[in-house]
């Protein structure tokens, strides 16, 4: 790999601290491509300046740069030795579906339900990619009898959360849980008072920060990967264990709103 062999080039260069880092990308390709640089820097235990220094020596402005290069390389490598691509994207399905039950907090997922059920109205909030697995999720919840919209602009999410309260709940689904218009529009519903669960695969995100439950997925995409259908599974799974969660919690109340909901959708067709 090319970036092996600049490592290599410019090792007598390196810090301590910066030979630690290229050891361990050497020796966990992969699994960088998915960390943020705060992962990798608790991974490895070296600040994160560190790191930024790191990819500067080898002629890239910071680590996201550096990630792009990184996802490149291995997908060149991957797709000459990857035949049946079939496999490939079945297995990436099942282990998705693997990883993210295995991350599964259940306080933390009775704490959503519980904050699901006491909510005056449930918004999610999306946006790009994770919009759609919020708009696939308001359709779940409508049809379980929820009082539930799903936001997927950025400028109507800001809008919309200056008038929220502290009755009201927003499930908030980012992938990085870093992302800026989302970010906005949450901290302003946040210092309203409203309940908010971050759905994002990083426990230490900014968006897990303001949230008052999180629900960890891990639909890990590489940075070439925008808008993985593997990244959908994952959300999709934790709503679908969300509202599960609820129509089990609230059965007998949730059953009856289920039913005027599926009696209004069949006059509609009628």
Do not use: W
Not at 6 to 25: F, N, Q
Not at 30 to 51: A, H, K, P, Q
Not at 70 to 87: G, P
Not at 136 to 146: A, N
Request: with cysteine; net charge neutral; glycine share 8%.
């Amino acid at each position: 790999m090319y970036l092996n062999e600049m490592m290599k080039a410019v090792h007598e260069h390196l810090t301590k601290s910066e030979k630690e880092i290229a050891c361990y990308i050497d020796k966990n390709i992969e699994n960088v491509m998915y960390f943020s640089i705060s992962d990798l820097s608790d991974e490895i235990g070296v600040g994160e300046s560190t790191i930024v220094r790191f990819c500067r020596k080898l002629g890239y402005r910071g680590f996201y740069e550096f990630k792009i290069e990184l996802a490149k390389q291995f997908a060149s490598e991957t797709n000459n030795h990857s035949e049946n691509y079939i496999d490939l994207i079945e297995s990436n399905m099942i282990n998705i579906l693997k990883s993210t039950k295995l991350i599964v907090n259940k306080d933390s997922l009775q704490q959503a339900i519980d904050m699901v059920l006491n909510g005056k109205y449930i918004y999610l909030y999306g946006i790009g990619s994770s919009g759609l697995a919020a708009l696939e999720g308001e359709g779940k919840f409508m049809r379980g009898g929820l009082k539930c919209k799903a936001v997927v602009d950025s400028h109507f999410q800001t809008i919309l959360s200056g008038t929220l309260t502290d009755e009201d709940v927003i499930i908030a689904i980012s992938l990085s849980g870093n992302t800026k218009d989302l970010l906005d529009a949450i901290d302003i519903a946040y210092k309203n008072g409203t309940k908010i669960i971050a759905m994002t695969n990083y426990l230490k995100s900014k968006l897990a920060k303001f949230a008052h439950v999180t629900l960890q997925t891990a639909g890990y995409e590489k940075p070439l990967d925008g808008g993985s259908f593997c990244a959908k599974v994952s959300q999709l799974y934790m709503l679908d264990l969300l509202y599960t969660g609820v129509m089990l919690k609230d059965q007998k109340n949730i059953v009856d709103k289920e039913r005027k909901a599926a009696e209004a959708i069949s006059r509609k067709i009628d």
